[in-house]
């Protein structure tokens, strides 16, 4: 139950699937479905302060190397393109929208860079983050739930 629990969390802090991912393996894992939520949720919210972090301090040091610029452009142009618009015309709500989708592509982590990107407030931000992951987890949670026959 632990390692189980662990991997959960981890994968739910992972940019390669976030909640969306963390929160199939631990009920597929049979852990409490409300235990799998609960780190879940908490593991994706963690994800938001790291990224300020090394959005504001790091990616400034970094860019000064041409393949980590030119691959932070990519990163940054797709995070623009995506979430763009719905931020651009509704702000908090826009952000909450693009970050409770739960497809690839989506999330906290792009939420974070979209928020970054359009000097959203940090706070204005993190509370949209937020709302989003709850929302896209609950959305992944209850699918998962269904899809196990537990729903």
Request: aromatic share 18%; proline share 3%; hydrophobic share 55%.
């Amino acid at each position: 139950m632990i390692k189980d629990s662990i991997i959960t969390f981890l994968w739910s802090i992972s940019p390669f699937g976030e909640a969306k991912v963390g929160i199939p393996y631990g009920i597929f894992h049979d852990l409490n479905v409300f235990w799998v939520l609960f780190i879940s949720i908490l593991g994706n919210i963690f994800v938001f302060p790291i990224m300020m972090f090394f959005l504001e301090h790091i990616n400034r040091n970094l860019l000064r190397w041409h393949a980590y610029k030119k691959m932070a452009i990519w990163i940054a142009r797709r995070a623009k393109v995506g979430s763009g618009d719905k931020i651009k015309k509704y702000g908090f709500w826009g952000l909450i929208f693009f970050v409770m989708i739960p497809l690839p592509g989506t999330g906290v982590y792009a939420g974070s860079i979209a928020g970054y990107i359009f000097k959203v407030e940090t706070k204005t931000a993190f509370k949209a983050n937020t709302i989003g992951i709850i929302i896209s987890s609950l959305i992944v949670w209850g699918t998962t739930l269904f899809a196990k026959g537990l729903a």
